[in-house]
Each structure stands twice: as C-alpha cells, then as structure tokens.
C-alpha cells in the first residue's frame, strides 16, 4: 500500500477528503494521481498528541533504546506537494524527472513522490545522519531510483547540476524523531543533554550557547528567531542560572521568568525559547536563502519548488526569495512587455502561502503552523 493510500484509510483520514486542484503549464505523462486528474487527497493520519511547535507528549521510549527507535514523521501536505512536483517534466525528453528532497528527514514525501510518479529519481539530501539511515532504509525498496547524500542543502549543486532537476522540496525545520528523541536536546518534555544539533559533527551545540552567550545576545536571538515577548527577562534569567545542564531544568528557569499572567494561557511556556535555540545552533535561517537560491539553480524549464515553513521568521525569508527571483525587471512597464534579460526565472505557482486543511490540522498539530509556497522555473537562464 503506498503512503497516501495508507493515509486515506488511517484513522481521521477517511473523513479528511478534500479536493485541490493545482495549475499546472505542464504534463508529466507518468503522474497518476490517485484522486483522479486535477485532484488530490488532503493528507492526514493519527499521531501521538502534539504540542505547540511541534513537541508531542508521547514518554514512551526510554533512554537506552531511544536512538534505535522508529523514525516517526508524518509528512505535512504531502497530497499538495506530490501534486504540485509531480506536474513538473523532466529536464529533457530522454531524461526520467530527478527530484531532490532537500530536508529527507524521514522520507515520507520522498517516498509518496517515489509512489506517485512513475520511474521518477529522487536525491535525498539531510544534515542529519539519523534521518538519513532511517530514510534510507525505508526507501530501499525503490533500488537505484533513490540515492541520499549527507549534505546540507545550501550545498545542493554538489549533487545535481544547474538546470537539470524536475523539483526540490523543502519542508524545514526539525522532524518529530528529534523532538521525541530526549537525547537528542530538541524536547522541553523530556530530559536530554542540551544538544539540539541536527548534524552531531557540528561543534556549536545548545549548551554552549546557554552557557557563553552573553544577555545581549541571548536576548536578540530568542526575539529574531522566535519573536519571544519576554526575550530580555529570560535571557536574564538564563545568564543568573548558570550553569544549566538539562533540557528540563532550562524548561524551569525560562518558565520562572514569564510573569504569573502570562503563563495563565501558556501551557509550553519554553517553547519559544527551544525554538530559538535550535535555530541559533543550526543557524537555520542563515543557511536558508542561500538554500533556496542554489535550489532555484538546479532546476530544468518547468521545475519546480515547493517549501513548508513553520515560522514567521522562516516564511518571511521564503516569501522573500521566491518574490525577488519572480519580479520582472525593473526597467519594465505594466502594459509593455518586459525587456529582453530582465524578464524573472521564476514564476509563482500560487500567491500568498497555502495552509493544511482543518482536517489534517485536527490529527497533525504540526501541519497547524505550516505555510506552503512554490515556484516553478521559467525558461530564463540568467
Ligand atoms: C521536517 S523534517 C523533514 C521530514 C520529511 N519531509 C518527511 O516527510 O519525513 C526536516 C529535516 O530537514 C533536515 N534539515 C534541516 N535543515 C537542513 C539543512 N540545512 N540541510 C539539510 N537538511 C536539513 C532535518 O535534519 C530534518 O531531518
């Protein structure tokens, strides 16, 4: 059974049906969508319960075995984006459409997409060697039409030329093995090492910038990248803690530094701050425009990219790139045609940021935050 079948007849997905049509300028003759041409399953399943920002309440795996256990991830508005990807052609017609999923994490859209397009290749790309094994180890049954490289995605013209891919794929963030993985370092819930790294061989983790970070700092950081109210009353506190060791006790000092009122209706008070921390140790929004932009590189006349971001912070940088590679230059005139070489490589496949349908939302609190914009590559070079 494919994953999208298996996410129709899972609970709360039989009820979650919902049709979508999607432009398309180009058909991929081995594009099969199961909904019937044009439309496409809106996808959810159960999971364990979700918090906000994604942290679940599930205690269950214990410390020892917890690296060995299942890599869970259910893939957000994996039905829009297989429709989405699957429209684009290959680079040329001898060639089979080459995707790249930039973030594989645990392969659940690459393998719906492996699924769904017929004799497709798929490049899987992770910082993370944990996600990366477990993907890959659930993809092997597509042989050599997967291969997955342990690369961060601002990297990926490593993998794949210029103008030669069908689609990339990014859905940012961390996944849920890492919040439910206490070892790890991502979880407020569970007790773990201050860690939060999504490539271990990196050498900033989030202990180091608990303990170093001077209040300055630790304050801008907790508002860029998580827009905390009370950055400044944390990040004093954080420095009066000091040393901090655990996820949990950090849980603690962040917790006794929102006021009274404010925690009325808060239940995961840290949850910003871990959000914040995570981002700063991967220094994820520094890597993601470059990201997009070497991305946008890859891709054939007609490719496309599609990415779900989860944030303000992140969305602003997506939104932001995705509209500078789609404007016309500006020497150019509403009712004239764009001059020859400022016309944009980029054509926005939809306006604003699309969201999951309250359906999915209901069983996949992740999907409640996700935002999903795409582009497809026009023929521009430059
Ligand atoms: C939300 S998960 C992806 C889940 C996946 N779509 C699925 O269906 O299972 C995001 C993944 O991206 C990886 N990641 C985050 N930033 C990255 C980067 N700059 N380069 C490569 N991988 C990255 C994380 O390690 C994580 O495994």
Same mark, same amino acid.
């Given at each position: 059974?494919?994953?999208?079948?298996?996410?129709?007849?899972?609970?709360?997905?039989?009820?979650?049906?919902?049709? *979508?049509?999607?432009? %398309?300028?180009?058909?991929?003759? %081995? +594009?099969?969508?199961?909904?019937?041409?044009?439309?496409?399953?809106?996808?959810?399943?159960?999971?364990?319960?979700?918090?906000?920002?994604?942290?679940?309440?599930?205690?269950?795996?214990?410390?020892?075995?917890?690296?060995? $256990?299942?890599? &869970?991830?259910?893939?957000?508005?994996? @039905?829009?984006?297989?429709?989405?990807?699957? @429209? $684009?052609? @290959?680079?040329?017609?001898?060639?089979?459409?080459?995707?790249?999923?930039?973030?594989?994490?645990?392969?659940?859209? !690459?393998? !719906?997409?492996?699924?769904?397009?017929?004799?497709?290749?798929?490049?899987?790309?992770?910082?993370?060697?944990?996600?990366?094994?477990?993907?890959?180890?659930?993809?092997?049954? +597509?042989?050599?039409? +997967?291969?997955?490289?342990?690369?961060?995605?601002? *990297?990926?013209?490593?993998?794949?030329?210029?103008?030669?891919?069908?689609?990339?794929?990014?859905?940012?963030?961390? &996944?849920?093995?890492?919040?439910?993985? $206490?070892?790890?370092? +991502?979880?407020?819930?569970?007790?773990?090492?201050?860690?939060?790294?999504?490539?271990?061989?990196?050498?900033? &983790? @989030?202990?180091?910038?608990?303990?170093?970070?001077?209040?300055?700092?630790?304050?801008?950081?907790?508002?860029?990248?998580?827009?905390?109210?009370?950055?400044?009353?944390?990040?004093?506190?954080?420095?009066?803690?000091?040393?901090?060791?655990?996820?949990?006790?950090? $849980?603690?000092?962040?917790?006794?530094?929102?006021?009274?009122?404010?925690?009325?209706?808060?239940?995961?008070?840290?949850? *910003?701050?871990?959000?914040?921390?995570?981002?700063?140790?991967?220094?994820?929004?520094?890597?993601?425009?470059?990201?997009?932009?070497?991305?946008?590189?890859?891709?054939?006349?007609?490719?496309?990219? !599609?990415?779900? %971001?989860?944030?303000?912070?992140?969305?602003?940088?997506?939104?932001?790139?995705?509209?500078?590679? &789609?404007?016309?230059?500006?020497?150019?005139?509403?009712?004239?045609?764009?001059?020859?070489?400022?016309?944009?490589?980029? *054509?926005?496949?939809?306006?604003?940021?699309?969201?999951?349908?309250?359906?999915?939302?209901?069983?996949? %609190?992740?999907?409640?935050?996700?935002?999903?914009?795409?582009?497809?590559?026009?023929?521009?070079?430059?």
């Amino acid at each position: 059974m494919t994953l999208l079948q298996q996410i129709a007849k899972s609970p709360g997905g039989l009820g979650t049906i919902q049709l *979508r049509p999607f432009p %398309s300028t180009t058909n991929n003759s %081995s +594009f099969r969508p199961s909904g019937g041409p044009g439309a496409f399953l809106s996808a959810a399943v159960s999971q364990p319960e979700n918090g906000a920002d994604g942290q679940t309440t599930d205690t269950s795996a214990s410390a020892g075995n917890e690296e060995a $256990a299942k890599f &869970s991830h259910i893939p957000v508005m994996a @039905a829009d984006i297989i429709e989405l990807l699957a @429209a $684009a052609p @290959a680079a040329s017609s001898d060639d089979v459409p080459v995707f790249v999923d930039a973030t594989l994490g645990g392969g659940g859209h !690459a393998e !719906a997409l492996l699924d769904t397009v017929e004799h497709c290749r798929l490049i899987g790309l992770d910082r993370d060697e944990t996600a990366l094994a477990a993907a890959t180890s659930r993809l092997s049954r +597509f042989g050599d039409r +997967f291969e997955s490289h342990h690369v961060r995605f601002d *990297r990926i013209d490593e993998v794949v030329e210029p103008g030669t891919t069908a689609g990339v794929l990014f859905d940012l963030g961390v &996944s849920s093995h890492h919040l439910d993985v $206490a070892a790890r370092g +991502f979880s407020f819930r569970n007790d773990g090492p201050l860690d939060m790294r999504m490539d271990r061989s990196d050498s900033l &983790s @989030a202990h180091d910038v608990v303990n170093t970070y001077d209040q300055k700092h630790l304050a801008a950081i907790l508002r860029r990248n998580a827009d905390e109210r009370f950055a400044g009353r944390i990040a004093g506190a954080i420095v009066a803690a000091r040393p901090i060791d655990g996820t949990i006790r950090l $849980a603690e000092v962040v917790t006794g530094a929102i006021p009274a009122p404010a925690l009325r209706n808060n239940r995961q008070p840290a949850a *910003r701050t871990f959000q914040a921390l995570r981002i700063e140790v991967n220094s994820e929004l520094d890597l993601l425009e470059p990201g997009l932009r070497v991305a946008i590189d890859s891709l054939a006349t007609g490719g496309r990219i !599609a990415v779900l %971001s989860y944030h303000s912070g992140e969305d602003r940088i997506v939104k932001g790139v995705l509209r500078d590679e &789609s404007r016309v230059g500006p020497a150019t005139r509403p009712d004239l045609p764009p001059p020859t070489g400022v016309e944009p490589r980029l *054509r926005l496949l939809f306006s604003g940021g699309r969201t999951a349908g309250e359906a999915e939302v209901a069983v996949n %609190s992740r999907a409640a935050s996700a935002r999903l914009r795409a582009g497809e590559r026009t023929g521009v070079t430059t």
